[in-house]
């Protein structure tokens, strides 16, 4: 007898359940290391690894497609909700203490972004204040100001606030937004990375030696260890440089060029708001940080243009990350 084909419907999600159930061994391997490491107890270890493990499947659902597009309408507002308040519970089973006002916060955020294009038109200035809204979160003390931990667990905790304001952003550009396909994925192609390998070459004899030269960074006395530099091209890859590349070359760079007209304006226009952002690197006590708003526009016109030659963010996404792990592999 022949097996039985597998219906087109399981054929369509057998990709986002392996990654799921991949994902989730990983991460939990991962996250008893780093608990032992750090030496936090199990019982706070457990529900922020929980935490993370639920959120980790709706991180995944904007680099599916036929996913996405299953959130159409009033079901989005739902799935943000659970998105954003499950975690926040878990978190608060030995983690954190549960608060109502910050349940409340948390639900609201959810609400508010995932109401945003229900309320208001997508035009310019509405499309420009969603992106400062997120940003304001991000840079802000949303997140952290949200929990109360039972440990000193205050930076793990923002982290997962900050992957679940991402996944809403980009579910709510994509799917209530409607913006162009901009190549959102984990798994750049062959011709991609080369894409991106090939303008990090551009930025390593301009941007690490015009850093040095305004002392913006400096020389480490030792290196890194050499099993650091994977760990943060794949951190990269697949979160801080995937996020801000679909933000800032994905949406706000395409949107400049429809409205201006003029591909060249978009990269420069694109590539100085991405160097403003760091405007803020190293804290309130180097605000304005002026050398780091030089080095990101010079590194956001190498992302611009890789996705511009690509067609896609995920050039983008290698050039950042390439830059990213030879920064902390070799400077201060």
Not at 25 to 51: E, F, Q, S, T
Not at 117 to 135: E, Q, R, S, T
Request: hydrophobic letters at 60%; aromatic letters at 14%.
């Amino acid at each position: 007898m022949r097996p039985m084909p597998t219906p087109p419907e399981k054929r369509r999600y057998a990709g986002f359940l392996a990654a799921v159930a991949i994902g989730w061994v990983v991460l939990a391997a991962a996250g008893m290391v780093y608990a032992r490491a750090k030496n936090i107890p199990a019982w706070a270890a457990i529900p922020l690894l929980g935490a993370f493990l639920a959120e980790y499947p709706f991180y995944l659902v904007p680099a599916f497609p036929e996913l996405r597009e299953r959130l159409r309408g009033r079901v989005l507002l739902l799935y943000l909700l659970i998105s954003a308040v499950v975690p926040y519970l878990i978190t608060c089973l030995g983690a954190a203490e549960f608060q109502w006002l910050s349940f409340v916060r948390v639900a609201a955020l959810a609400l508010a972004m995932g109401l945003w294009y229900v309320v208001l038109p997508a035009v310019a200035v509405v499309d420009l204040l969603f992106l400062a809204m997120v940003a304001a979160v991000l840079i802000g003390d949303y997140f952290p100001a949200l929990w109360v931990p039972r440990w000193p667990l205050k930076g793990q905790l923002a982290v997962l606030g900050h992957v679940i304001l991402i996944q809403m952003a980009v579910v709510i550009l994509m799917v209530a937004r409607r913006v162009r396909e901009t190549g959102y994925g984990f798994l750049p192609t062959a011709r991609e990375w080369r894409i991106g390998a090939l303008h990090f070459l551009y930025f390593v004899p301009i941007g690490f030696p015009l850093g040095l030269a305004i002392q913006a960074i400096g020389l480490r006395a030792t290196p890194a260890p050499l099993w650091s530099i994977p760990a943060t091209i794949l951190g990269f890859l697949w979160v801080i440089a995937l996020s801000e590349e679909f933000f800032f070359r994905g949406v706000l760079q395409q949107w400049i060029e429809d409205w201006t007209g003029s591909r060249a304006r978009a990269l420069i226009l694109a590539s100085v708001a991405f160097g403003s952002v760091h405007i803020w690197f190293g804290g309130p006590s180097r605000f304005p940080n002026w050398r780091w708003f030089l080095l990101a526009s010079i590194l956001g016109w190498c992302c611009g243009h890789a996705r511009n030659q690509a067609g896609g963010i995920r050039a983008a996404v290698v050039t950042h990350s390439l830059v990213v792990a030879t920064w902390r592999a070799f400077f201060a």
